[in-house]
């Protein structure tokens, strides 16, 4: 089992900033892919932003050029650096960790309420 514990999100208005913060108590799969999706009201849960462990990143086309993820393997935690937000960015933020080639993630965190609106 991984348990994954998600920091960082809050209220933020249009146009700011937030961290969020997602440390894996283990890693069990190697390589492997953390990442963060969300889910809004009403809607399904997609894919923000994947990055494996040997550094590829991918994004969401609607959070190209806002949103930066990024790892640090040896303490198995993963961070996404939320600029320029948009209240379309409000959602509920899921931690994801599993396979690099696996269709979905293996494992989820708790998740964290991200709220853009002024």
């Known amino acids: 089992q991984v348990q994954l514990v998600e920091s960082g999100g809050g209220l933020v208005q249009p146009g700011g900033s937030l961290r969020l913060s997602c440390a894996a108590s283990?890693?069990?799969?190697?390589?492997?892919?953390m990442g963060w999706y969300r889910q809004a009201p009403g809607k399904e849960r997609e894919l923000v932003a994947r990055?494996?462990?040997?550094?590829?990143?991918e994004y969401a086309d609607s959070v190209k050029g806002r949103f930066t993820i990024s790892r640090d393997n040896a303490k198995k935690t993963v961070y996404l650096q939320m600029n320029s937000l948009k209240p379309e960015d409000t959602a509920v933020y899921y931690c994801?960790?599993?396979?690099?080639?696996?269709?979905?993630?293996?494992?989820w965190g708790q998740g964290t309420q991200v709220t853009v609106s002024s």
């Open positions: 994801s960790y599993g396979r690099v080639y696996s269709p979905s993630p293996s494992y």
């Open positions: 283990r890693s069990i799969f190697s390589p492997n892919a």
């Open positions: 990055v494996t462990s040997y550094g590829s990143a």
